[in-house]
């Protein structure tokens, strides 16, 4: 394995930070505020440390698989320790720990916060913080080709490390077309959302940092109470629908766009997607009228917000979900599990595998009942082998396992089950809140030193969906 070549690819990954840095300095400079000097040393280490490995290191035209998967799992760590350095240089409630936590939670649009006074930050801190999630959505190696474009087959190489094998089979394109597609609509939806937002009344700044937070489907909010502290039912709605959008597979959103055939009605998934959405939304409506409510519309608008942003993995609120009933609940965790489609800037399990998983259990059915018959199951047109449903059987089992693994360790460490189960589920899925002490309006600055860690290897074994870490150990020297 060639470690300068890995080393050059990292540093353009490190000149990306500093580029969003350098906007966050600029920011700050311009308010006359404390962030200005952190803000300013950390864009120069991100400068210095990007630039050497250009300058020393010469290029290469091409990329083996197993080194693609280093520079991007290398990529997303480094960035998280450059992420931090702002954090920590300005002090506050930032520590090591908490400077990493925010960082990660960020870059991998998690949306778990330790700040319990987020309008106390400085503009620049609060859009570098906004930064992280828009890097991270679109993803720390995409967004690094974008602005240092490669030719030859290195390209090729860490766009299919930086995608999920179910993300790459669905967007039904070539590498080169999936980072253009990918791109065009990111970059899209952002501008669509910042307009519509200002439109509704929200200032320029706070819409700039929430569509970046929506289209990255990250959580964190210029407000201590998120989305709440407007009190607008249009901009919950214009929220609401990006939030849907960004958990749409982008294949099919570009499709749509330009009137292609494959599109967002004729496929299954998004169907089928939405549908459990929908009925996810009357679930807990009707419930929270029966127990605590007392205007239907009031129970229908809390839901729909509090159920889109956990199960597109946004992580945004309106409302303080811990003390909802029991079932509603319930919904709410099934979806931070469940989360939304492949080939969108979602966490979590992702609704595809869900559905390979059901449609598996089907196909099991039939092969009881019919011992010798063949049977093909299908994605919409698209096939899906065995050697694929055995793949996604093993992803849900691992993923089973480290909630269970991480939820035991943090119970240990003291933590009430409710507080822990929760928190694991939220970060592994990278879905933001989670219930008891971490709820919706609530945040993780109570939590220990050593629960904090864990949950932040959890951030990155879901947003790098664990089979890229794991593959690490398995690559030779």
Wanted: glycine letters at 8%; one cysteine or more; aromatic letters at 12%.
């Amino acid at each position: 394995m060639r470690k300068d070549l890995i080393i050059r690819h990292i540093g353009l990954v490190i000149l990306l930070n500093a580029f969003f840095l350098f906007i966050a300095t600029l920011i700050s400079g311009l308010k006359g505020e404390s962030a200005f000097i952190p803000l300013l040393y950390s864009t120069l280490v991100a400068l210095i440390f990007g630039c050497f490995p250009l300058l020393f290191v010469p290029r290469f035209d091409d990329l083996q698989t197993r080194e693609g998967i280093v520079i991007v799992v290398s990529g997303w760590v480094v960035s998280c320790l450059i992420g931090m350095l702002p954090y920590l240089l300005w002090g506050g409630s930032f520590g090591i720990v908490n400077a990493w936590f925010e960082s990660v939670s960020g870059f991998t649009t998690t949306g778990s916060s330790i700040l319990i006074d987020v309008e106390s930050l400085p503009k620049g801190l609060l859009f570098w913080r906004a930064s992280t999630h828009w890097i991270g959505g679109i993803g720390i190696i995409l967004f690094a080709l974008l602005l240092f474009p490669r030719s030859g087959t290195s390209r090729l190489t860490l766009i299919r490390s930086e995608l999920s094998d179910i993300s790459q089979r669905s967007f039904r394109a070539k590498a080169t077309d999936i980072f253009r597609i990918i791109l065009f609509v990111y970059v899209g939806l952002t501008l669509l959302e910042v307009l519509f937002l200002t439109a509704a009344g929200m200032p320029f700044f706070d819409a700039i940092a929430h569509s970046f937070a929506t289209v990255a489907t990250g959580g964190f909010s210029t407000k201590n109470t998120s989305i709440a502290a407007f009190d607008s039912m249009t901009i919950e709605l214009i929220v609401m629908f990006f939030m849907v959008l960004s958990g749409l597979h982008f294949g099919l959103l570009y499709a749509t766009i330009t009137g292609r055939r494959e599109n967002i009605f004729r496929s299954p998934v998004a169907r089928y997607y939405l549908l459990f959405l929908l009925v996810g939304v009357l679930l807990v409506a009707l419930k929270l009228y029966v127990s605590d409510y007392t205007s239907l519309g009031r129970s229908f608008r809390e839901a729909a917000f509090q159920v889109i942003s956990l199960g597109t993995t946004t992580g945004f609120a309106t409302t303080d979900t811990a003390a909802w009933p029991p079932l509603t609940r319930l919904v709410l965790v099934y979806f931070s599990i469940q989360c939304a489609c492949v080939g969108s800037t979602s966490g979590g399990l992702k609704f595809d595998r869900v559905l390979i998983g059901l449609k598996s259990v089907k196909k099991q059915i039939r092969l009881f009942l019919h011992p010798n018959a063949v049977i093909v199951s299908k994605l919409g047109k698209l096939r899906i082998s065995q050697e694929f449903e055995f793949f996604v059987f093993a992803f849900t089992v691992l993923y089973a396992l480290v909630i269970a693994i991480s939820t035991l360790i943090i119970s240990a460490l003291g933590i009430d089950l409710e507080t822990a189960a929760s928190a694991v589920i939220a970060t592994l899925g990278n879905v933001g809140p989670g219930f008891g002490d971490v709820s919706s309006l609530g945040n993780y600055a109570s939590l220990k030193s050593a629960a904090k860690m864990i949950l932040t290897l959890d951030m990155l074994l879901g947003r790098l969906e664990m089979f890229s870490v794991l593959a690490l150990f398995y690559i030779k020297k």
